[in-house]
């Protein structure tokens, strides 16, 4: 994510996922990733995820970006 590959992140993260579907932080990650690349539903789809995971984070950025 740090060199601005988003596409490659997002291949990561989703990887992460498929390894390890607790980790909150991954979610997370990939949420800011899709909204970067204006993907606003899915990054939402992620931060709630990553809400119900425990990453209480995820929420604030839900009330922020993802608002009717």
Do not use: P
Not at 6 to 13: E, L, N, P, S, V
Not at 16 to 34: H, T, V
């Amino acid at each position: 994510m740090r060199m601005a590959d988003y596409k490659g992140a997002i291949i990561d993260y989703s990887k992460a996922i498929e390894l390890d579907q607790s980790s909150g932080n991954s979610y997370f990650e990939r949420g800011l990733i899709k909204y970067d690349l204006n993907d606003k539903i899915g990054a939402c789809k992620d931060w709630s995820i990553s809400g119900e995971l425990g990453n209480m984070k995820a929420y604030d950025l839900m009330k922020q970006y993802c608002g009717n």
